[in-house]
């Protein structure tokens, strides 16, 4: 670029200012050097002669960075930036670099734990757009300030984009050089960059030969949404080298089972059968599968089995004793008292006193009168110089300057109105913020000492960046305690704080409404006003803001008496005097910036020369060529500007630092400040610098100074150090270590107590007793000059300000009170202060108190040390099961890869064990510049912590350890398994002990069904649901049976009894004379919910062929739907299908072949044209016991099993129902569930026939069209029972959540419901019954009437909401005692309990016990079993079950071995307890209106029928019938008690973890609520590792927020740790046709690659 001839010098300063910065970065390696040509040219565009635009435009090459336009000066500067930050970390110790590498180097021979690599989709690896900008973002350096018009540095912030006109004029005024542009890599780059990926083959990983998976997509669709552009080309991992070759070849991926309908949020619900039932009956227990290599396609579980390899190695640590499961034991295990400890030998120390404070004669008497006297005898002596980012001298303000302007403002604040009204005048004792930016200390100084003048009290605060900056509202929530209502500032900082639409500033997140005031150009003061007299000395003169560790931001209150008493004792321990020269790098706005060089500066009439913290990015040797030219005999700095100037080294050469008497570190007490101090002697010396001259302090904003080393000290006790066992220091004492021992740490003194001031150390836990002599603790001081509140927060400001030590006996050592310092520290030799960490980076371990800072050290330390990027690295931890957690969250370089990143953790967790003996329990890599800032650039710590526990960091790579940090779990509980009760408790001991102690044995029954006699002609009559039919069709034929309505609410079909007898007699021709048809043929019904199912099933009937119902294809997903109906048509031996045209069509379609062999369908026929003509003969058969219908079903499991049902178990089903439900033909029932097996196929099919009540029949899928339908009707047809499905119940809850009003006005209204059941086969899902109560009592649905059923395979209504039933009760049981298989009722709300709804009332006929799974004895009350069931309509047995059938022989003829073993039951195969509970629940008033209720509802009940008029022979259908009900309600509604039936999940569904049982749907549960992006879950085990999977319902870059958040809460609730978190696009569980999880076939689907995951995580 050269050719530009641009004098560089003569461009605008911002100009310059971005220039650097951009050399900066390159010389950083942030930038290509095509991106820094890019972004050159478009800085110096506008200031180019036209020809040359043209020409460097068109393409010509340009010279290079270091082409002839920059003047030699900016050269120089620009190689001693490239010099000075190669090599740049904050904490660089070359003692710890060595420790670390030694440690590293000891570990090489001991077995490295092989870490998985986790898999990633390749779109999370190229970076998304947002990341982009962030990576190539220029940093705003560790501890500097984000630039006002660079507001990058968070995804929220990109959102809030300034227009590049804004960024300009910010830019210019603000004060960090640092482009305003957006910055991105141009977009060739990127391609370049995806296509490098592309074709690299992936190399070795950490483990043995193991790789990442680099799954690429098309590089188009990097950014672009997921699910339009699935083209992704798979490379399986390598594993050996037969893998190597297998790449050569063509990889075809598997089918992928789950996108068939990638737009939709899910894929149609489709059950699928297992058809793996051969590799899961092996895989469970084989732990080979790690082995298979010749596929290269078993990556995850190979990766599973190199886990379960590293996880089997011993851990190093022994594991305390294991604990019984409970909260204190877990408490004990993560604080063991180790015997081996060191304990404190030391005397009990004594008081460490500074020496008298005496105060320099000719010192003015206070800070008021100091400006006066110097504002008039010196008017012309400098206050204060600030440089400008370019280094040049820019503005200085005299001490005659300083007092006409402090009283301007202070004469302004007191009389000008703040307020439209005029009534806020501030009067003295008011609170004010100042909010001036870092490069403007003149307006801040005249502001504070304006405030200080009027007695105001100032309150400084940071700028505000954006609306919502990290820690903002922290900071609000000062201001309003504070009671401030006016913010003072500068000209130029208001014009750079973001405004709204209307030019006013905006609103911060958090604050309260200020009044924003400028406070230049202020009139003058008249001639006779004096500031107001002097307030008394104990009134406020300023508030610090100072931040707790968890981000809480407090006010620290110095008054006037403490602030001119500190200012002295800084006088006599720094030797300050009038006209000495300071140079000052810190935040002038608090701490020891505040103190040295705006307070006790001014009181001693010294001239300060501020450096920004722009400038010392640019120039980091800047204050040390202040020092030269002005001679400065004081400089306040901290080690990092140090460490900087020593890297600074081409401008060494003109630096002399021989006027230095003191150099002020202000950061003494932190664990790198010893090298630093010492590197910069060493190099230095030969300068000038005086060894007496570097003064460390240690300084709290509550303590102000603890203490200083004196500058020009002499004594045998002037300075110490001590080299430190750090395992010492982890059990709080001081041991002497070894020089070269690697796990030393080396501290330096902070000095020695100031003058006036007592220190005392007291322990850090507990009461503030006095610490032994070599024992760490909190370091407090008494002394005047300390702060003396947290301004509004009084509980917090006794325990901190108002310290009464403790002497050994207890007693305090005397009146003082002490204020806590927040530093942890020992006293040395002579009264020297020793630091070794603060109370907010302290991290206690398992009973052991490690320093964040010393980790970070060690964090830093390990090679490649350039990994981190610029040093910036978080160190904090979290509390999980009872015990801290060590968390690191650290910035990546720019261009590492993923194994690099790997490579780096897994050295770091062997650094930190081995040097701490600690475990990192998270390690977490974000891009550049992506952890959120302080002001100042530095790490915001509480804002990190909140993030990563909100779910809200987006970290690049994290590994979790939980396996090998985690070592406080409970005890694995010995399971007995039967074969030990021989020698061990038997099942008969187990029942005479429940005898002897109380227990009732879990027994239930529902009520009588009433005597029917068998042999009457009228019983017999109907036994047949078929004969029932015909009698109806000729006694009440016109009577409407079946309404079925379409999406839209209308009737799409009517159907009356005859109108249904003849449709089925023409089915029975149509099989008959078509079909040719045999008695007892099985036959396949294919139909959509609706009435030609149910005309097909009684055409069955009719003819004597056994029907099958059967849930049609689904057109978008014949892939996972068709091979299920094809195989229950096979299983079942169908020999005909009955279908409708539609159906038949897609059967045999074109895309139907590419799933299933068409050719080999039954015959299949046509119901839309059948024969019109009368059955001849209607089958009767010989016997009730004959086989009526069959029903499939496919279990969560994937297990596909086939019931046989008798025409007898169908009518007693029916009547059961019938009484339950008091149903009668007047009724009207709505039925939104599907008919295909189960009690939805009874209530669609057959109950309406036998009871005669009108159904309405709403498909769900017309529901999910119309979301209002199934409600509407209700509504309209005042329907007083209605089953749903829990899909309908979702949907409805879901779709209708926003328009309950409208649906209101519309008139809908659900006050007619008395009961709304949710036909289930799985526990109550509580939540959702709740919600949709809640959201639609708006239209009068009452609370008690929604309810569930439970049925199973072997019995398909065990319990169902009868009509006039009390309510469902509740009880709230414990989870831990659950996991035991034990049943403990807590109360609601208390820790681990679980509510469990009862799955409603036991149907008439149905008796259910209680009996262990295993011996097959009958439990008590307080044990969960499986649940066993004696009906007549239970199902007489399977038709077949795929897969073993020997395993179900007992399913339905088990019998106790305890008791009454004559009795058979079916079993269940569900775990559940039973409870006695009352009747009804107290909500309608006392139990006796709940009982008249019952009577009442029941006898309006009983008298219906006979008024009813189109009940034709009503009365005589069941003889006897309705007077026993009445009976059997009276007696119900005066017994208080009822046994309610409550299930907790199904038996083959549980997981077995360290021998207790687990309910896969409350692990699930937990992990739902840990972040509101995950929309779904779904957990199974593979070889003894828990697998959660996850569907993220967000960017792929939040994928990885999820894996700690996972791990914490089961951890947490579940005391489990998760071994793989699989992270996967919504919809990717598949869920049945009930709504139920198919974890089986996700695990299968995983294990063999096919769910394309996001992200897939190996805990450690």
């Given at each position: 670029m050269a050719e530009f001839n641009i004098d560089i010098s003569k461009l605008p300063e911002d100009v310059r200012d971005k220039l650097a910065e951009l050399d900066l970065e390159l010389s950083e390696g942030d930038i290509t050097q095509k991106g820094y040509e890019k972004k050159r040219t478009r800085l110096l565009a506008p200031y180019v002669p036209k020809q040359a635009q043209v020409r460097s435009i068109s393409g010509l090459p340009s010279t290079g960075p270091q082409g002839g336009s920059s003047s030699p000066g900016t050269r120089a500067r620009r190689r001693g930036n490239?010099?000075?930050?190669?090599?740049?970390?904050?904490?660089?110790?070359?003692?710890?670099?060595?420790?670390?590498?030694?440690?590293?180097?000891?570990?090489?021979?001991?077995?490295?734990?092989?870490?998985?690599?986790?898999?990633?989709?390749?779109?999370?690896?190229?970076?998304?757009?947002?990341?982009?900008?962030?990576?190539?973002?220029?940093?705003?350096?560790?501890?500097?300030?984000?630039?006002?018009?660079?507001?990058?540095?968070?995804?929220?912030?990109?959102?809030?984009?300034?227009?590049?006109?804004?960024?300009?004029?910010?830019?210019?005024?603000?004060?960090?050089?640092?482009?305003?542009?957006?910055?991105?890599?141009?977009?060739?780059?990127?391609?370049?960059?995806?296509?490098?990926?592309?074709?690299?083959l992936p190399n070795g990983g950490p483990g043995p030969g193991h790789t990442t998976v680099w799954e690429e997509r098309d590089p188009i669709s990097v950014g672009a949404p997921r699910g339009d552009d699935r083209k992704r080309m798979m490379k399986p991992e390598i594993t050996d080298l037969a893998d190597v070759m297998q790449n050569l070849r063509p990889y075809t991926q598997p089918p992928d089972v789950t996108h068939n309908t990638a737009q939709s949020r899910r894929m149609t619900a489709a059950d699928r059968v297992n058809r793996y039932n051969q590799s899961r009956q092996s895989s469970a227990s084989d732990d080979n599968m790690g082995t298979v290599t010749g596929t290269g396609r078993w990556k995850v579980s190979a990766k599973i089995q190199q886990l379960l390899n590293t996880l089997k190695r011993p851990k190093r640590r022994p594991l305390p004793e294991f604990y019984e499961d409970d909260d204190i034991e877990l408490e004990i295990a993560a604080n063991p008292k180790d015997p081996n400890a060191p304990k404190p030998e030391g005397s009990s120390m004594t008081s460490a006193v500074g020496e008298q404070l005496v105060v320099p004669s000719g010192l003015p008497r206070n800070l008021e009168a100091a400006i006066q006297r110097y504002g008039s005898a010196t008017y012309k002596a400098p206050v204060a110089t600030v440089l400008d980012p370019n280094g040049k001298l820019t503005i200085t303000l005299t001490y005659g300057k300083l007092l006409s302007r402090s009283q301007k403002i202070a004469y302004t604040l007191l009389n000008k109105a703040f307020s439209k009204g005029g009534e806020t005048c501030l009067k003295s004792g008011d609170r004010i913020a100042l909010v001036y930016p870092n490069n403007d200390p003149i307006n801040f100084i005249c502001a504070f000492y304006g405030c200080l003048q009027a007695g105001i009290v100032p309150v400084p605060i940071e700028v505000p960046l954006t609306r919502r900056d990290a820690g903002s509202q922290q900071i609000g929530f000062l201001l309003g305690s504070c009671g401030i209502q006016v913010a003072l500032t500068s000209e130029a900082c208001l014009k750079g704080l973001p405004k709204t639409a209307t030019g006013e500033v905006v609103a911060f997140k958090g604050w309260p409404k200020l009044q924003w005031f400028v406070t230049e150009h202020l009139a003058k003061t008249p001639k006779d006003w004096l500031p107001p007299p002097r307030l008394t000395d104990d009134t406020p003169a300023y508030i610090e803001y100072t931040t707790d560790r968890d981000g809480s931001v407090m006010g620290v209150t110095v008054t006037r008496a403490a602030m001119l008493a500190h200012c002295r004792t800084q006088t006599m321990a720094c030797n300050y005097t009038e006209g000495e020269n300071m140079v000052c790098v810190l935040d002038f706005k608090r701490e020891v910036g505040l103190w040295h060089s705006v307070l006790t500066s001014v009181l001693n009439g010294m001239h300060v020369v501020f450096i920004p913290y722009a400038l010392m990015k640019v120039n980091p040797a800047s204050w040390m060529q202040m020092i030269t030219k002005y001679r400065a005999s004081v400089a306040v700095v901290k080690s990092r500007d140090l460490h900087w100037g020593l890297l600074a080294t081409k401008d060494h050469k003109e630096v002399s630092l021989s006027s230095l008497r003191l150099l002020l570190v202000a950061d003494g007490a932190n664990p790198w400040s010893l090298s630093s101090c010492d590197q910069f002697l060493s190099v230095f010396q030969a300068k000038g610098l005086r060894p007496d001259a570097i003064c460390p302090c240690a300084s709290s904003s509550e303590c102000l100074t603890v203490s200083v080393r004196r500058p020009g000290r002499a004594g045998v006790n002037a300075t110490g150090r001590g080299v430190l066992s750090m395992s010492g220091l982890s059990y709080g004492v001081v041991r002497v270590d070894q020089e070269n021992s690697l796990t030393s740490l080396t501290l330096q003194d902070c000095g020695q107590v100031m003058p006036g001031c007592v220190i005392v150390v007291v322990k850090m836990d507990g009461p503030s007793y006095l610490c032994k002599t070599d024992e760490v603790g909190e370091i407090c001081v008494n002394s005047g000059a300390t702060g003396s509140q947290y301004w509004g927060l009084q509980g917090l400001t006794n325990s901190t300000f108002r310290v009464q030590p403790l002497g050994s006996d207890g007693k305090p050592i005397g009146e003082a009170e002490y204020t806590r310092s927040g530093l942890l520290g020992f006293l040395g030799p002579g009264?020297?202060?020793?630091?070794?960490?603060?109370?907010?980076?302290?991290?206690?371990?398992?009973?052991?108190?490690?320093?964040?800072?010393?980790?970070?050290?060690?964090?830093?330390?390990?090679?490649?040390?350039?990994?981190?990027?610029?040093?910036?690295?978080?160190?904090?931890?979290?509390?999980?099961?009872?015990?801290?957690?060590?968390?690191?969250?650290?910035?990546?370089?720019?261009?590492?890869?993923?194994?690099?990143?790997?490579?780096?953790?897994?050295?770091?967790?062997?650094?930190?064990?081995?040097?701490?003996?600690?475990?990192?329990?998270?390690?977490?890599?974000?891009?550049?510049?992506?952890?959120?800032?302080?002001?100042?650039?530095?790490?915001?710590?509480?804002?990190?912590?909140?993030?990563?526990?909100?779910?809200?960091?987006?970290?690049?790579?994290?590994?979790?350890?939980?396996?090998?940090?985690?070592?406080?779990?409970?005890?694995?509980?010995?399971?007995?398994?039967?074969?030990?009760?021989?020698?061990?408790?038997?099942?008969?001991?187990?029942?005479?002990?429940?005898?002897?102690?109380?227990?009732?044995?879990?027994?239930?029954?529902?009520?009588?069904?009433?005597?029917?006699?068998?042999?009457?002609?009228?019983?017999?009559?109907?036994?047949?649901?078929?004969?029932?039919?015909?009698?109806?069709?000729?006694?009440?034929?016109?009577?409407?049976?079946?309404?079925?309505?379409?999406?839209?609410?209308a009737v799409a079909t009517m159907l009356s009894c005859s109108q249904l007898h003849k449709k089925a007699e023409r089915v029975g021709n149509l099989l008959l004379e078509k079909g040719k048809i045999n008695t007892g043929d099985h036959v396949a019904l294919i139909f959509p919910p609706g009435i030609d199912l149910i005309c097909a099933f009684y055409g069955c009937l009719y003819v004597g062929a056994v029907p099958v119902t059967i849930r049609p294809p689904h057109p978008q997903n014949l892939q996972t739907t068709l091979p299920t109906v094809?195989?229950?048509?096979?299983?079942?031996?169908?020999?005909?299908?009955?279908?409708?045209?539609?159906?038949?069509?897609?059967?045999?379609?074109?895309?139907?072949?590419?799933?299933?062999?068409?050719?080999?369908?039954?015959?299949?026929?046509?119901?839309?044209?059948?024969?019109?003509?009368?059955?001849?003969?209607?089958?009767?058969?010989?016997?009730?016991?004959?086989?009526?219908?069959?029903?499939?079903?496919?279990?969560?499991?994937?297990?596909?099993?086939?019931?046989?049902?008798?025409?007898?178990?169908?009518?007693?089903?029916?009547?059961?129902?019938?009484?339950?439900?008091?149903?009668?033909?007047?009724?009207?029932?709505?039925?939104?569930?599907?008919?295909?097996?189960?009690?939805?196929?009874?209530?669609?099919?057959?109950?309406?026939?036998?009871?005669?009540?009108?159904?309405?029949?709403?498909?769900?899928?017309?529901?999910?069209?119309?979301?209002?339908?199934?409600?509407?009707?209700?509504?309209?047809?005042?329907?007083?029972?209605?089953?749903?499905?829990?899909?309908?119940?979702?949907?409805?809850?879901?779709?209708?959540?926003?328009?309950?009003?409208?649906?209101?006005?519309?008139?809908?209204?659900?006050?007619?419901?008395?009961?709304?059941?949710?036909?289930?086969?799985?526990?109550?899902?509580?939540?959702?019954?709740?919600?949709?109560?809640?959201?639609?009592?708006?239209?009068?649905?009452?609370?008690?009437?929604?309810?569930?059923?439970?049925?199973?395979?072997?019995?398909?209504?065990?319990?169902?909401?009868?009509?006039?039933?009390?309510?469902?009760?509740?009880?709230?049981?414990?989870?831990?005692?659950?996991?035991?298989?034990?049943?403990?009722?807590?109360?609601?709300?208390?820790?681990?309990?679980?509510?469990?709804?009862?799955?409603?009332?036991?149907?008439?006929?149905?008796?259910?016990?209680?009996?262990?799974?295993?011996?097959?004895?009958?439990?008590?009350?307080?044990?969960?079993?499986?649940?066993?069931?004696?009906?007549?309509?239970?199902?007489?047995?399977?038709?077949?079950?795929?897969?073993?059938?020997?395993?179900?022989?007992?399913?339905?003829?088990?019998?106790?071995?305890?008791?009454?073993?004559?009795?058979?039951?079916?079993?269940?195969?569900?775990?559940?307890?039973?409870?006695?509970?009352?009747?009804?629940?107290?909500?309608?008033?006392?139990?006796?209106?709940?009982?008249?209720?019952?009577?009442?509802?029941?006898?309006?009940?009983?008298?219906?029928?006979?008024?009813?008029?189109?009940?034709?022979?009503?009365?005589?259908?069941?003889?006897?019938?309705?007077?026993?009900?009445?009976?059997?309600?009276?007696?119900?509604?005066?017994?208080?008690?009822?046994?309610?039936?409550?299930?907790?999940?199904?038996?083959?569904?549980t997981v077995m973890l360290r021998g207790m049982r687990y309910h896969p749907i409350d692990i699930e549960n937990s992990v739902m609520r840990c972040h509101k992006k995950i929309a779904e879950c779904a957990v199974f085990t593979w070889t003894n590792l828990l697998v959660v999977v996850v569907e993220l319902d967000g960017n792929e870059n939040e994928a990885l927020d999820l894996v700690p958040l996972v791990t914490n809460t089961v951890l947490e609730e579940h005391h489990l740790i998760v071994g793989v978190v699989v992270v996967v696009d919504p919809g990717v569980v598949p869920i049945n046709s009930r709504g139920e999880k198919q974890r089986m076939h996700l695990r299968d689907g995983f294990l063999a690659d096919q769910l394309d995951p996001i992200y897939v995580a190996y805990n450690m």
């Open positions: 490239r010099r000075l930050t190669r090599h740049e970390s904050r904490y660089h110790s070359e003692v710890r670099q060595e420790a670390v590498q030694q440690a590293l180097a000891a570990m090489q021979n001991r077995p490295k734990p092989s870490l998985p690599m986790p898999s990633k989709r390749t779109s999370v690896m190229a970076k998304s757009p947002d990341r982009e900008r962030h990576d190539s973002a220029s940093s705003s350096d560790e501890d500097s300030l984000v630039n006002e018009g660079d507001v990058q540095s968070t995804p929220e912030r990109e959102r809030a984009r300034t227009t590049p006109q804004q960024q300009q004029q910010q830019a210019a005024q603000s004060d960090t050089s640092s482009t305003g542009s957006a910055r991105e890599t141009p977009p060739q780059q990127r391609q370049q960059q995806i296509h490098r990926q592309q074709t690299r009264g020297l202060v020793f630091v070794c960490g603060s109370r907010d980076g302290l991290m206690t371990v398992t009973g052991r108190k490690h320093n964040a800072d010393d980790i970070i050290a060690t964090v830093l330390a390990v090679e490649p040390m350039k990994f981190i990027y610029r040093g910036r690295i978080a160190v904090f931890s979290i509390r999980v099961l009872r015990d801290e957690r060590i968390c690191v969250i650290a910035e990546q370089r720019p261009d590492c890869s993923e194994e690099e990143s790997f490579q780096w953790m897994s050295r770091v967790l062997q650094a930190v064990d081995s040097i701490h003996q600690v475990g990192i329990y998270c390690l977490a890599l974000v891009p550049p510049n992506y952890l959120p800032k302080t002001p100042l650039g530095g790490i915001h710590l509480s804002e990190t912590k909140r993030r990563f526990l909100e779910g809200t960091l987006h970290p690049a790579n994290v590994l979790l350890c939980p396996h090998t940090c985690v070592t406080n779990l409970p005890k694995p509980r010995e399971v007995h398994s039967a074969a030990d009760f021989v020698t061990d408790v038997g099942p008969a001991s187990v029942m005479v002990g429940n005898i002897v102690q109380g227990n009732r044995l879990a027994s239930a029954q529902g009520r009588d069904m009433g005597i029917v006699d068998e042999e009457s002609d009228s019983a017999r009559k109907f036994q047949f649901i078929s004969e029932i039919l015909r009698w109806r069709a000729q006694s009440t034929a016109d009577h409407v049976i079946f309404t079925l309505l379409n999406s839209k609410g094809r195989m229950i048509v096979d299983v079942s031996k169908s020999v005909l299908v009955l279908s409708n045209q539609n159906v038949i069509k897609l059967l045999k379609s074109k895309e139907a072949s590419n799933v299933v062999d068409i050719k080999s369908w039954p015959v299949t026929l046509d119901t839309d044209d059948m024969p019109k003509k009368k059955l001849p003969v209607m089958y009767r058969a010989p016997t009730a016991e004959m086989l009526a219908y069959l029903d499939f079903s496919v279990s969560t499991t994937g297990m596909l099993a086939g019931i046989k049902m008798s025409h007898a178990a169908v009518t007693s089903l029916c009547r059961s129902m019938k009484l339950a439900c008091e149903l009668y033909p007047s009724r009207h029932i709505a039925l939104c569930l599907d008919p295909y097996c189960g009690l939805g196929f009874a209530l669609w099919c057959l109950s309406s026939i036998y009871s005669g009540h009108h159904s309405i029949l709403i498909p769900p899928s017309e529901v999910e069209v119309n979301p209002a339908l199934w409600l509407t009707a209700v509504s309209q047809y005042r329907v007083r029972d209605t089953f749903c499905s829990y899909g309908v119940m979702e949907l409805c809850t879901k779709g209708l959540g926003s328009s309950v009003n409208q649906l209101k006005q519309r008139g809908v209204n659900l006050g007619c419901v008395r009961t709304c059941v949710v036909v289930a086969e799985e526990r109550p899902r509580i939540t959702l019954t709740t919600s949709f109560s809640k959201l639609f009592s708006a239209l009068g649905l009452s609370p008690r009437a929604v309810s569930t059923s439970f049925g199973c395979r072997v019995n398909v209504a065990i319990c169902l909401q009868g009509a006039s039933s009390p309510e469902p009760s509740t009880v709230y049981v414990d989870l831990r005692a659950l996991r035991n298989d034990r049943v403990s009722l807590v109360e609601r709300g208390s820790p681990h309990s679980l509510c469990l709804m009862e799955s409603g009332k036991l149907l008439p006929g149905v008796k259910v016990i209680i009996a262990n799974p295993e011996t097959k004895g009958q439990c008590g009350d307080s044990h969960l079993g499986e649940i066993w069931v004696q009906s007549s309509h239970n199902a007489s047995g399977y038709f077949t079950i795929y897969g073993d059938e020997s395993d179900y022989a007992d399913h339905f003829s088990a019998r106790l071995v305890t008791g009454n073993t004559g009795e058979v039951y079916a079993r269940t195969g569900y775990l559940g307890f039973l409870r006695r509970t009352e009747c009804s629940q107290q909500q309608g008033g006392t139990q006796l209106s709940g009982t008249t209720t019952l009577l009442g509802g029941s006898a309006t009940a009983i008298s219906q029928p006979q008024g009813d008029t189109s009940s034709g022979g009503e009365e005589d259908e069941t003889p006897g019938l309705t007077h026993c009900h009445a009976a059997a309600t009276a007696a119900s509604a005066t017994s208080e008690l009822h046994d309610a039936v409550f299930v907790v999940g199904a038996l083959d569904e």
